[in-house]
């Protein structure tokens, strides 16, 4: 056990030259996190009750009884709106990177150097991407898909 003491993990080096222990506390996370996973699973399987019978093998419905056939067509507005709906969350993932750069280049700008495009183009840049987003949601809506009667 002494060499353990005559190579702290702070000295060693791997073979692209970062240090080990700079990996440590990733590591240690990792480690920490699929030994927590592992163990719920172990926990669940072990202590849970495990009563079988036709009430818990019948289908869910949020405590109504499922009456019909499962394959029944449904309205195509339900997948369109769900689409729609991926689409305007997607795009709002775009909004941070924007949010991320647009004070700095008002800064550099504002200050005579920065980017070439400025805050101002970074603004112009955002409005014309919210107002082609604001189209294709009034393209919708005058298509009825937001209409439930």
């Given at each position: 056990?002494?060499?353990?003491a005559?190579?702290?993990?702070?000295?060693?080096?791997?073979?692209?030259g970062?240090?080990?222990g700079?990996?440590?506390p990733?590591?240690?996370?990792?480690v920490?996190?699929i030994?927590?996973a592992v163990?719920?699973?172990a926990?669940?399987?072990?202590?849970?009750?495990?009563?079988?019978?036709a009430v818990k093998?019948?289908t869910?419905?949020?405590?109504?009884?499922?009456?019909?056939?499962?394959?029944?067509?449904?309205n195509?507005r339900?997948?369109?709106v769900?689409?729609?709906?991926?689409?305007?969350?997607?795009?709002?993932?775009?909004?941070?990177?924007?949010?991320?750069?647009?004070?700095?280049?008002?800064?550099?700008?504002?200050?005579?150097?920065?980017?070439?495009?400025?805050?101002?183009?970074?603004?112009?840049?955002?409005?014309?991407?919210?107002?082609?987003?604001?189209l294709a949601y009034?393209y919708?809506w005058?298509?009825?898909?937001f209409?439930?009667?």
């Amino acid at each position: 056990m002494q060499w353990i003491a005559a190579y702290p993990l702070s000295q060693l080096t791997a073979p692209g030259g970062d240090h080990v222990g700079d990996w440590a506390p990733v590591v240690l996370l990792l480690v920490i996190a699929i030994g927590f996973a592992v163990a719920n699973l172990a926990l669940s399987i072990i202590i849970g009750p495990s009563r079988t019978g036709a009430v818990k093998q019948s289908t869910y419905e949020s405590g109504v009884v499922p009456v019909g056939n499962a394959r029944r067509r449904f309205n195509v507005r339900f997948y369109i709106v769900a689409m729609i709906f991926l689409v305007f969350d997607v795009d709002i993932i775009f909004f941070y990177p924007w949010a991320t750069i647009f004070a700095p280049a008002v800064r550099a700008s504002s200050q005579g150097g920065g980017s070439s495009i400025g805050g101002a183009g970074i603004l112009i840049e955002m409005i014309v991407f919210i107002a082609i987003l604001l189209l294709a949601y009034l393209y919708a809506w005058g298509k009825g898909v937001f209409r439930w009667d």
